[in-house]
């Protein structure tokens, strides 16, 4: 067939995604083909020198992250695929100075957390969201697929070894951090699609994200800048979207300001708070009770676990309440929400909530909106439920499919 007479394909990204998920399941190592990757092939390489294990306090208080004891590595070439996963002492990593991660952002990474909970147990929270959001955020970047079930197996086991001495079981409420990355390493300079990768998972430790006095405090972007836009690669989980923010971020808070509320679009929808997926808690004018939050089905914004859970607990215990409505909205309707006195004000209202932290206040073009909070400043009404039912699940209070928990090996 000519190259004129191929069909075109309207969606390039996702037809080119989906050829390569056609080729790794078809994968098997054997007869030619590259190899999958396969959690059965890890291997152990333990430390011999495990190091002390600080407090919480004493591991954030420095300028270096805190990791464990141990990393899982995995390599892949286009040649061959996957090699054998391995655990192994942490330390760092080897790299050409002219890596493709370096050079051209071919990296991509997820992150999660491992909670010690209040039965004891050891407990991921929807690991298999993250593993699939990594593998669909490696295809919009040309880096390898994978099966992300055995991406999962291979954080279970690198938590079974780590997990009971770095959260020990007397020690419950306390979590760590895990962090999937994912990097191009072929050594060539050139604006291409990497041949080498390398796929690490740590766990470290992690400041708590809890709720500054008084609330967050948002300042609407500025005018010549977007965190991302339709077409671009937002709803992936790469390097990229996050160092271009950075600059706005640190001007908001030498205003006195948290976050940036990103806005997009001559309308100014309202998109994500700083990095995290943001919700409105308001009345509408026919007088329904409703959370509403940017949609998925441009692309735009990230596909956050949080966000989904929110989102699909609130639909099962609250829908009677309230409607929990995806749609674009902009800066302006909520500016008129305000001005009429539509953002709910009640003994304990909360009419937004960050990463299930109270905002108390936007600051967009010299207005401030000032959000309701509950008594002395605590989350109000839907955020303090909301906030209660996920992180039961998180700590073991409430048993629910949600909370995967962690067989540990014996120390």
């Known amino acids: 067939?000519?190259?004129?007479?191929?069909?075109?394909?309207?969606?390039?990204?996702?037809?080119?995604?989906?050829?390569?998920?056609?080729?790794?399941?078809?994968?098997?190592?054997?007869?030619?083909?590259?190899?999958?990757?396969?959690?059965?092939?890890?291997?152990?390489?333990?430390?011999?020198?495990?190091?002390?294990?600080p407090d919480e306090a004493t591991?954030?208080?420095?300028?270096?992250?805190?990791?464990?004891?141990?990393?899982?590595?995995?390599?892949?070439?286009?040649s061959t695929g996957w090699g054998v996963p391995e655990l192994k002492p942490y330390g760092p990593l080897s790299l050409m100075p002219t890596a493709s991660c370096l050079h051209y952002a071919t990296e991509c990474f997820e992150g999660l957390k491992v909670f010690r909970g209040f039965d004891?147990?050891?407990?991921?929270?929807?690991?298999?969201?993250?593993?699939?959001?990594?593998?669909?955020?490696?295809?919009?970047?040309?880096?390898?697929?994978?099966?992300p079930p055995e991406l999962e197996k291979l954080m279970v086991a690198l938590l079974s070894v780590d997990g009971p001495r770095w959260l020990p079981r007397d020690q419950p409420g306390n979590f760590l951090y895990i962090r999937p990355t994912l990097i191009g390493t072929q050594s060539q300079l050139g604006v291409q699609a990497p041949r080498e990768a390398m796929l690490y998972i740590i766990v470290t430790f992690m400041p708590r994200m809890d709720s500054p006095p008084g609330g967050m405090r948002l300042h609407t972007s500025p005018e010549d800048m977007v965190r991302a836009w339709v077409g671009g690669f937002g709803y992936a989980k790469?390097?990229?979207?996050?160092?271009?923010?950075?600059?706005?971020?640190?001007?908001?808070?030498?205003?006195?300001?948290?976050?940036?509320?990103?806005?997009?679009?001559?309308?100014?929808?309202c998109t994500e708070a700083g990095a995290s997926n943001f919700f409105v808690v308001w009345r509408r004018r026919d007088g329904k009770k409703e959370i509403i939050t940017a949609p998925l089905d441009d692309k735009l914004i990230l596909d956050g676990?949080?966000?989904?859970s929110c989102l699909d607990i609130l639909r099962d215990r609250m829908s009677a309440e309230m409607e929990i409505t995806e749609r674009k909205y902009t800066i302006d309707e909520l500016v008129e929400a305000d001005a009429e006195g539509r953002i709910l004000e009640s003994p304990s209202p909360l009419p937004i909530f960050y990463f299930i932290c109270p905002i108390s206040q936007i600051h967009h073009r010299g207005k401030?909106?000032?959000?309701?909070?509950?008594?002395?400043?605590?989350?109000?009404?839907?955020?303090?439920?909301?906030?209660?039912?996920?992180?039961?699940i998180m700590y073991g209070r409430e048993q629910h499919e949600w909370g995967v928990v962690i067989p540990e090996k014996e120390q």
């Not at 591991?59 to 286009?78: F, L």
């Not at 676990?305 to 989904?308: A, M």
């Open 1 to 53: 067939m000519a190259p004129s007479a191929v069909p075109q394909d309207v969606n390039l990204t996702a037809a080119a995604i989906q050829r390569k998920e056609a080729a790794v399941s078809n994968g098997d190592g054997g007869h030619g083909k590259p190899a999958a990757l396969d959690a059965s092939r890890l291997t152990y390489s333990l430390t011999k020198s495990p190091r002390p294990v």
């Open 59 to 78: 591991a954030n208080s420095g300028d270096e992250t805190v990791a464990t004891d141990h990393m899982v590595t995995a390599t892949w070439k286009a």
């Open 120 to 147: 004891g147990k050891l407990r991921v929270f929807r690991p298999d969201r993250n593993c699939a959001r990594m593998n669909m955020s490696a295809g919009r970047i040309s880096l390898p697929l994978f099966d």
């Open 238 to 269: 790469v390097g990229a979207n996050y160092g271009p923010s950075l600059m706005a971020t640190q001007d908001a808070r030498r205003r006195g300001f948290h976050q940036i509320l990103w806005l997009y679009g001559r309308q100014g929808e």
């Open 305 to 308: 676990v949080t966000r989904r």
């Open 368 to 392: 401030d909106i000032n959000i309701p909070m509950g008594p002395e400043g605590k989350a109000g009404e839907v955020t303090g439920k909301v906030k209660t039912w996920i992180g039961d």
